[in-house]
């Protein structure tokens, strides 16, 4: 009988590596070892000096001339960091209700103006400092704004429970910060609100001269809002400038091409990038807001094409993904609590 070969144990195993492969392999660990250092290293360089954040000297015990209502000044925990928060009830015990994540350099101080003009419009709100902002303690970071975002709309909820519908508005930084957190909100709220956002961190960093273009791809992008609008099941109305010169419109373009439940894409013109809170602008620049928040259709927008309507004041006019033509005017008018 014919044995069965045994394989040959030489023939079978395979050839080593050569010194020169091992080198390139070596070579290529430590290249992207490398890479990730630098864009951790990159990353905490460019949050540490990210923030601007005043303090706030407001006294707190000073009544508020506009509002027959009784303003509360609160404080809550977030982590080992005590965070400051004012909520201004409107008339209505059932009004509907807006949070705001405020923008860099600003303060519960900066939206007092903006919080009388929302009572007066019957709408109650709240606006709240992150870590290291105003009064509030500790320091700013992309984890602890996370937190503080999650808490702040806890607080939210609680100081707003029977709101007859419920909008969270990001302005500025606080767009990525709300974005960052809006899939985990529970309940979700009935809509949100971008206003002077930006797409991605990445891109603003390099728009604002934080980074050069050159080593943006070693960034990583904490704040991707457009992927993330994208993920939104609620209607998201989006509100800039064509003049803002610290995110150019292209931003909110961005974002509301990217949104999958589009309600609206607003875009004033020659109107700064803080014109949300400066009392010359606020009037015009929240119009079409107050009428998203009292109006909102909370029936939720199954189909992606759904309608974009571009608004532009002074000379608007409307556009939609199917059709450009579609004028479109508003003649209403705002008053802002202090200004005639």
Not at 205 to 234: C, F, H, I, Y
Request: glycine residues 6%.
């Amino acid at each position: 009988m014919f044995e069965t070969p045994h394989p040959d144990p030489l023939a079978s195993s395979p050839s080593p590596a050569s010194p020169g492969s091992l080198r390139w392999i070596a070579v290529a660990a430590g290249v992207a070892l490398a890479a990730g250092v630098a864009r951790h290293l990159l990353f905490r360089a460019v949050e540490r000096n990210a923030f601007v954040t005043p303090t706030d000297e407001t006294s707190t015990e000073i009544p508020v001339p506009w509002s027959s209502m009784p303003v509360r000044h609160t404080t809550f925990a977030s982590g080992d960091r005590e965070l400051h928060a004012r909520f201004v009830p409107a008339a209505r015990h059932d009004a509907p209700a807006l949070m705001v994540c405020h923008g860099d350099n600003e303060t519960l101080a900066d939206w007092l103006p903006v919080q009388a003009m929302l009572a007066e419009s019957g709408i109650a709100s709240f606006v709240f400092d992150y870590s290291g902002y105003g009064r509030s303690s500790g320091r700013p970071s992309v984890r602890h704004l996370r937190q503080d975002a999650m808490i702040a709309y806890r607080q939210f909820l609680a100081a707003a429970p029977a709101a007859s519908r419920r909008v969270v508005l990001g302005h500025s930084l606080g767009s990525g910060i709300l974005l960052d957190v809006a899939r985990h909100f529970a309940p979700q709220p009935d809509g949100y609100v971008i206003a002077a956002g930006f797409s991605s961190a990445r891109r603003a960093a390099v728009q604002t001269g934080r980074v050069p273009a050159w080593a943006a791809w070693l960034l990583p992008d904490p704040w991707d809002n457009a992927a993330r609008a994208s993920r939104l099941e609620r209607p998201l109305l989006v509100v800039h400038s064509r003049a803002d010169a610290v995110f150019a419109h292209v931003h909110a373009e961005r974002v509301a091409a990217a949104a999958r439940h589009l309600h609206q894409l607003v875009m004033h013109d020659a109107m700064p990038h803080g014109a949300a809170i400066e009392p010359d602008h606020i009037a015009a620049f929240w119009l079409p807001i107050v009428r998203y928040v009292q109006e909102l259709d909370t029936t939720p927008q199954h189909e992606i094409g759904a309608r974009v309507e571009v608004v532009e004041a002074g000379g608007e006019y409307s556009q939609s993904r199917n059709s450009r033509e579609n004028p479109h005017k508003n003649s209403d008018s705002m008053r802002v609590p202090g200004k005639q």
